[in-house]
């Protein structure tokens, strides 16, 4: 191996990877290097043997439960958006053609003891018992309207601003009962709890947009995809991104010192590149 590299990049957690592809894309020399013999650091997915390894030592898992290869466990499971921010990341940086990917065929609430599916089509919406025929239409009005709704267009903002009145009172001018709120609030924008009430009522409008976008992109039944094979994929991607320009990977490292330190030239350089990212 050469010893003199642009960039040495410790861990392949996701930002990592991502780092060590963006810099290896703009002709730096690149070398990666990890601890572990796997992608994906704190957030990677485990065969068998390695969750195993993990948690257990060294204890080898029983014949009973499978082979190893079947497995891919992630350490923090996580649904991402068909339209979100890090699909057009993967998609702009050209990732996606290391990645496979599946529609989650649907997401569920638990309602008044029942458990019931969030609706992603129309027929779906009239034919569930989340609402009542009257709160359906009620319902209706508010989706339509930020369906319609464009920040740039004053237009379609019917005499609201959005950035001054809260969640709460734009959710208010429908009439719109507890539980309706609480499907929109939670199921819909995705609000781990009830601050957003008193938040800026764009922020519930743009989460909203971005689900139905989602719901729209893939017609798989929700908003959500999942890498075929687990979320430690998309570091691994963006490790081949590298790797296909020259980025240097080595895994299993628990040792390693760094005795020379980037230039300031070149730091500024990295700063510009993450800005470019994010």
Known sequence: M???????????????CILSGLLSVDRLKVLHMDR??????????????????????????????????????DMVPKFMMAN?????????????????????????????????????????????????LFEK?????FFLY??????????????????????????????LDDNTIDFIGHAVALHKDDSYLSEPAIE???RM????ESV???????????PLYGLGELPQGFARLSAVYGGTYMLNKPECKVHKYVTKSSISHIISLVIWAW
Do not use: C
């Not at 599946?102 to 034919?127: C, Q, R, W």
């Open 204 to 206: 519930i409008v743009k």
């Open 84 to 132: 979100g921010a890090l699909v057009r990341v993967l998609i702009h940086t050209g990732v996606t053609k290391y990645l496979s990917f599946k529609a989650v065929d649907g997401s569920y609430v638990f309602n008044k003891g029942k458990i019931h599916k969030v609706p992603s089509t129309d027929m779906e919406a009239l034919k569930s018992p989340l609402m009542g």
């Open 2 to 16: 050469d010893e003199e590299y642009d960039v040495i990049v410790l861990g392949t957690g996701l930002k990592e």
């Open 137 to 141: 239409r009620r319902a209706g009005k």
């Open 36 to 73: 572990n013999d796997y992608y994906g650091g704190d957030s990677t997915s485990l065969n068998l043997n390695q969750l195993w390894k993990r948690f257990k030592g060294d204890e080898t898992p029983p014949a009973s439960i499978g082979a190893s290869r079947d497995y891919n466990v």
């Open 216 to 226: 729209a992109r893939f017609q798989g039944g929700s908003p959500y995809i999942y």
């Open 146 to 175: 930020v369906q319609d709704y464009k920040e740039n267009d004053p237009s379609t903002h019917k005499g609201l601003d959005l950035t001054k009145m809260t969640s709460k009172q734009l959710i208010s001018k429908y009439g």
């Open 209 to 212: 947009k971005l689900y139905a």
